[in-house]
């Protein structure tokens, strides 16, 4: 089987360097890279060329359109028989493909998706942003899991697509908001398989700061609408809980200011949730430091999933 690694990227040529690096020490062979540039200023040509005598690589060069768009452009000048698309800030394991590859010979899958995990290399932040996206306490620990609830989707920074899905399907039609989700519903709908391979696994590093990382979880929190006015039946229950928890916060500052017994109850409930965050991510990573920067990267990810998701409620759905 031969692989088509495709990579959209946009003002990050320090993360493709660490990516292709990675993808140097593949123990299986049989795959060519795609680096997709989506208009960027600070280009990363020079960078991907450097590897041209270590790896079948290409690069292009578009103007900018999104990392969905960016991807479909890659799908169309891809040689593989399976379509590997990766997010430019993940690192690779050197035996990814040898994984997926004995996996899909053994289980028929027409796409998949793996999980994401925290290297030992990454900063104490990146470390806690990554246990919030992964823990049960914040997503449910549904991201990665075998137990998911309803159909699994992929997510685009680990996700493959077989050649004869890109060919009955096409490619994707919304460039961000969601669109991995978007794309793996309609490859179900046309009948498709798509499985986890618990193996496939990359290393993540999300994003580097806490604002940063508010932003992009803002931004999912209003994918997550965007995807419902697509497909309705795809917002689960479990999709309401950040906005549930952000909506708590605020109930909980109006009872310090107008009935505070109750604002003392809220209080309690919220420590005790924070202190089983703590002590789950202290038993994760063995890190009080990582522990604590757990707890503020949970309620980073869960209020500005929340805000998002509630903004584009009411804007979308309820304003219309």
């Known amino acids: 089987m031969f692989f088509s690694i495709i990579i959209p990227l946009y003002n990050r040529p320090q993360e493709i360097d660490e990516l292709l690096a990675t993808l140097t020490q593949q123990t299986y062979t049989q795959f060519e890279v795609l680096v997709i540039e989506d208009g960027s200023v600070n280009d990363a040509r020079a960078i991907v060329e450097s ?112 050649r004869e899905v890109w060919e009955k399907v096409g490619g994707f039609i919304l460039t961000r908001l969601g669109e991995d989700i978007e794309y793996s519903i309609r490859i179900h709908e046309n009948g498709f398989k798509i499985g986890l391979i618990p193996g496939a696994k990359v290393y993540h590093k999300r994003r580097t700061s806490f604002p940063q990382f508010y932003k992009q979880l803002h931004f999912f929190g209003r994918a997550r609408i965007n995807i419902y006015k697509h497909f309705p039946s795809e917002l689960k229950l479990v999709h309401f809980f950040p906005a549930l928890f952000t909506m708590g916060m605020g109930f909980t500052l109006l009872c310090h200011i107008f009935y505070r017994p109750l604002a003392y109850l809220c209080d309690f409930v919220l420590l005790l949730y924070l202190v089983l965050i703590f002590f789950h991510a202290l038993q994760v990573n063995k890190s009080i430091k990582i522990a604590f920067l757990s707890v503020i990267a949970s309620c980073i990810q869960l209020t500005a999933y929340g805000l998002g998701f509630i903004q584009d409620f009411f804007k979308r759905i309820i304003f219309k």
């Open 51 to 162: 590897y041209a005598n270590r790896l079948d690589v290409k690069y292009f060069f578009k103007p900018n359109e999104g990392q969905g768009f960016s991807r479909n452009f890659g799908f169309e000048r891809a040689k593989g028989d399976y379509f590997v698309i990766f997010d430019s800030d993940c690192l690779i394991p050197a035996d990814y493909l040898e994984t997926v590859s004995a996996y899909l010979f053994e289980h028929q899958l027409d796409a998949y998706g793996g999980p994401d995990a925290a290297h030992q290399s990454f900063t104490p932040v990146q470390k806690a942003i990554s246990y919030a996206m992964t823990s049960p306490f914040t997503t449910g620990g549904i991201r990665g899991n075998k137990k998911h609830i309803g159909q699994f989707h992929p997510r685009s920074f680990n996700m493959g697509v077989s």
